[in-house]
């Protein structure tokens, strides 16, 4: 599927890939929900990666909220770099290892709900035109969006469906 262009596009792209998500999750039986993955990842469960989507859409709600109100966007994370996001993705694994599925589940859905009315609040020429907000740099907030949403999601489908299949 093509990256989208536009902000129905984006909408529609965002909405589909989490409810597939959603469906796939659902899909699984208990024990694939809180089985380990057989194979070597950063993420080691269902839990895991739900947890790396909401922390991300948390980042993403933030940085637009700053770039918003005129303050400096540390993005992706204080203290970290595009560069060091290794280590900044394994810091947020650990801040859920205690939290449980079903919570994540439902801090993800509410962090969704968010960032998909921001996506439906904008325009194309907000969401697409590079350079629009000067917060973005060379990119658009579209680009940032899409990040967030729709391509995340799918790099999720793709993990747990690598889960599905090797686990049972």
């Known amino acids: 599927m093509p990256r ?7 909408s529609e792209a965002s909405q589909r890939n989490f409810a597939a998500l959603l469906q796939l999750v659902d899909g699984l039986s208990e024990e694939q929900r809180t089985a380990e993955f057989t194979f070597p990842d950063r ?14 859409h948390l980042m993403m709600l ?8 005129g303050r400096p966007v540390h993005a992706p994370a204080p203290g970290y770099t595009w560069r060091t996001l290794p280590a900044l993705n394994a810091e947020i694994r650990a801040q859920y290892q205690d939290v449980p599925l079903d ?10 709900d968010q ?7 904008q325009h194309d020429p907000e969401l697409f035109e590079k350079k629009h907000y000067a917060w ?8 940032y969006l899409v990040g967030s ?5 799918d790099w999720a489908i793709k993990k747990l469906r690598k889960h599905q299949r090797s686990a049972f």
């Open 43 to 56: 993420d080691r469960n269902v839990r895991d990666v739900l947890a790396h989507l909401h922390h991300w």
């Open 103 to 112: 919570q994540v589940r439902g801090q993800l859905h509410a962090s969704h």
């Open 149 to 153: 949403t729709s391509s995340h999601y």
């Open 62 to 69: 933030g940085w637009y909220a700053d770039g918003s109100a």
């Open 115 to 121: 960032l998909q009315a921001l996506i439906d609040a």
């Open 136 to 143: 973005t740099g060379s990119t658009s907030l579209g680009a």
């Open 4 to 10: 989208p262009t536009t902000a129905a596009a984006l």
